[in-house]
Structure formats: C-alpha cells, structure tokens
C-alpha cells in the first residue's frame, strides 16, 4: 500500500512557477515509478510526466516538457513537479500516482494515486 498527499497548488498569475509536492508514505517507495496527471474541467485524467524509481530517467509528455520538470528525492520519499511560464490552460487539478514510471499512458496503468490538489492560473 502506498499513500500520496499533493500539496502546492493554489492561485498564481500566468508566466508564474510553481511547485508541486507529492510525499509518499511506504517502505519501498524507491520500487515505484511515479508520474504526474492533471484534470481540467470536462476532461479527462491526462498524464503529464513520469519517472523511474530510481530517478534516473524521466518521460515527459511532449507538449509540456518545455515547462514541466518531474524529480523525486527518494530519502525523503518525495516526489516533485516544477511547472514554469504558467498558462491559463494549465489549470486543472494536478494528481500524483505511482506505477510503473513511464508514459506517456492512460490513467489506469497507474495503481495508487493522491488526492489532487488544484492549480489555477488567472490574472
């Protein structure tokens, strides 16, 4: 069982950076990939980037990998996304989840997944 919290989302301005956190909690959290999804209004879960569970290789969609850098820091058991340049169409809520580690892939090839934390871009 692997537990994931999402924290840093709020209100920001375009062309802002933000920040976004994911702790984890369990024992082997360095055997999961992790990755990043958002969800806009009316939409569906889309991935936006993924990680290996080591963190040596990362799988960025390619729309985003301008502005999107996943990282994690397993000692901490943590995992993170800086979004840069922000836009209005950034805005949804931002879901972690841990996996496989790769994408980009549907939704469901993730197994445990956070609560969401929202992301709103608005002048």
């Known amino acids: 069982q692997v537990l994931l919290v999402e924290s840093g989302g709020g209100l920001v301005q375009p062309g802002a950076s933000l920040r976004l956190s994911c702790a984890a909690s369990?024992?082997?959290?360095?055997?999961?990939?992790m990755a990043w999804f958002r969800q806009a209004p009316g939409t569906g879960r889309k991935f936006i980037a993924a990680?290996?569970?080591?963190?040596?290789?990362?799988y960025p969609l390619d729309s985003v990998k301008g502005r999107f850098t996943i990282s994690r820091d397993n000692a901490k058991n943590m995992a993170y996304l800086q979004i840069g340049n922000m836009k209005a169409e950034d805005t949804a809520v931002y879901y972690c989840?841990?996996?496989?580690?790769?994408?980009?892939?549907?939704?469901?090839?993730?197994?445990?997944w956070g609560q969401g934390t929202q992301v709103t871009v608005s002048s």
């Open positions: 990680i290996s569970g080591s963190g040596t290789t990362t």
């Open positions: 369990g024992r082997t959290f360095s055997s999961y990939g």
């Open positions: 989840a841990a996996g496989p580690g790769y994408g980009p892939v549907s939704a469901v090839e993730y197994d445990y």
